[in-house]
């Protein structure tokens, strides 16, 4: 089995999306406008050529924006940018491995409590052992959610 990185699966869907015409424009622009951020992030860092870990957080930090942005234009009454800005989530979203759900996420965040010592369980501590665990495998909102939920048992 060939194991291809983050990178070249986004340069093969671009091509794809450039042979696709008129019917890939949407997928071209969003992967083009990520690999120029995952290239900028990489001349930032000191040229140095990303792994699938950094490619990562970066295409998280795309989604993130986009759903911030998607949160900001719900109201305004803009249906075509709402459906724009989502469809783009949609397209990043592939590219991310999925995430837990909120009960996963609570078991986790309960083994983790129940292995402290009392005078341990403070949120910052808490919030730090989590997402040292989940880091990328949960939103961080979530966690933050669940934790608080757990500690005011």
């Keep these: ?5 983050l990178k070249q699966q986004l340069m093969a869907d671009m091509k ?3 042979k696709a015409k008129e019917n890939g424009k949407l997928a071209l622009n969003v ?3 990520a690999r120029a951020h995952i290239r900028q992030a990489e001349i930032d860092n000191g040229h140095a050529d990303f792994d699938d870990d950094q490619v990562l957080t ?4 795309e989604v993130k924006q986009r759903k911030e942005t998607l949160a900001e234009i719900k109201d305004s009454g803009r249906e075509d940018l709402v459906e724009a800005t989502q469809a783009e989530i949609d397209i990043l979203q592939k590219y991310l491995p999925a995430e837990l759900s909120a009960e996963a996420v609570k078991k986790v965040v309960v083994e983790i409590v129940n292995a402290m010592n009392p005078e341990d369980r403070k949120m910052g501590l808490v919030m730090k052992s989590v997402m040292a665990k989940l880091r990328g495998k949960a939103d961080g909102k979530l966690i933050s959610t669940v934790v608080r939920e757990i500690l005011a048992e």
């Design 1 to 5: 089995m060939i194991v291809v990185s």
């Design 31 to 33: 992967i083009r406008m």
């Design 16 to 18: 794809a999306a450039m």
């Design 58 to 61: 970066i295409l998280r930090k």
